[in-house]
Nanobody, 119 residues
Framework: QVQLVESGGGLVQAGDSLRLSCAAS????MGWFRQAPGKEREFVAA????????FYADSVKGRFTLSRDNARNTAYLQMNSLKPDDTAIYYC????????????????WGQGTQVTVSS
């Protein structure tokens, strides 16, 4: 069983930045999804183990950057120019085994961290 520990959520104003972290108990492809109230969980970004290729949803491309530290088995989601529409619970995922853009494509999930962006 893979353990995922997320951190870094909070309340910020529009235009601010936040960095989310997800520490895994091993080295896996990792991703981030988010779920706003009343909406389905949606793909945000993903990164493979090596060479660390990244993939982004169109809604965050150019504003969010996903990176990883393989020595620490940790992925970092740097979120810049945050908008109120980015408000959601952000979930870390690990060990992709299918379409990385779908929730069914991942085996393990973190508990989620709340990100709230005020206007």
């Amino acid at each position: 069983q893979v353990q995922l520990v997320e951190s870094g959520g909070g309340l910020v104003q529009a235009g601010d930045s936040l960095r989310l972290s997800c520490a895994a108990s091993g080295r896996y492809p990792m991703g981030w999804f988010r779920q706003a109230p009343g909406k389905e969980r949606e793909f945000v970004a993903a990164i493979n183990t090596s060479p660390g290729s990244t993939f982004y949803a169109d809604s965050v491309k150019g504003r969010f950057t996903l990176s990883r530290d393989n020595a620490r088995n940790t992925a970092y989601l740097q979120m810049n120019s945050l908008k109120p529409d980015d408000t959601a619970i952000y979930y870390c995922a690990a060990d992709a085994e299918g379409d990385y853009r779908t929730t069914s494509g991942w085996r393990f999930w973190g508990q989620g961290t709340q990100v709230t962006v005020s206007s």
